[in-house]
């Protein structure tokens, strides 16, 4: 039902299914996404609130909090957004969590990005891949890292410079999952607007299952 966009039904269905197991947390995941598109972010962050307030791990309190990240970067309160991204780095924190604390960076620096603060989120991916490096994670893990790096650094600038090079258009899709580039892209390509005179920029991608007719 949610991705035929039948909010309400699919909002019935997760209810039952939290009739039979209340902490089965997926339910109310589902139930905040089908708030969200419905245009009722508060409700979703009322909704999610219900995980953290019966969480019995940390990753369900993780799930949570990136949940509430993706409402917040949605209605455009990337500060709130960032707030979120925090706690969950915190989390991390207390059990030395190092591939969960380097997500949350890369998180982080993607919503600075959004927010307009190129040098924060610099900070930000510069810190994760040092951490990365410096820890126990495999190689394999530590490669990727070094070579997603260079794809986060290049970002901003590439379109700065798409002008430079003579090229007429700049295009960023949209995506909701981690690594997170871009949940909102049109907060991105504002800021590239900011930066550039008379580069044509568009959206690439829009993903209709996640989005109301209304909104697209």
Known sequence: YLKMGRFDESIVQYRKALAIDPNFINSHQGIAAALMYQGKPDDAAAELQ?????????????????ALTVVEVDRGKLDAALAEVD?????????????????????????????????????????LLKMTAESSLSQEIKDNASLFHHYNLTR?????????????????????????VSSSPTTTLAYIAAQT??????????LITTNDPVKI
Not at 161 to 177: C, Q, R, S, T, Y
């Open 50 to 66: 219900k995980i953290t307030d019966k969480a019995r791990s940390d990753a369900e309190r993780r799930t949570a909090l990136f």
């Open 87 to 127: 706690k969950q780095y915190a989390l991390g924190e207390k059990t030395n969590d190092v591939a969960g604390m380097t997500g949350d960076l890369q998180l982080k620096g993607n919503v600075l990005l959004e927010m307009g603060k190129p040098d924060d989120a610099k900070a930000a991916y510069e810190r």
């Open 156 to 180: 901003v600038a590439i379109a700065k410079k798409d002008e430079e090079v003579g090229l007429d258009v700049f295009a960023l899709g949209e995506h909701h999952n981690e690594p997170f």
């Open 197 to 206: 005179e008379s580069l044509l920029l568009s959206t690439s991608t829009t």
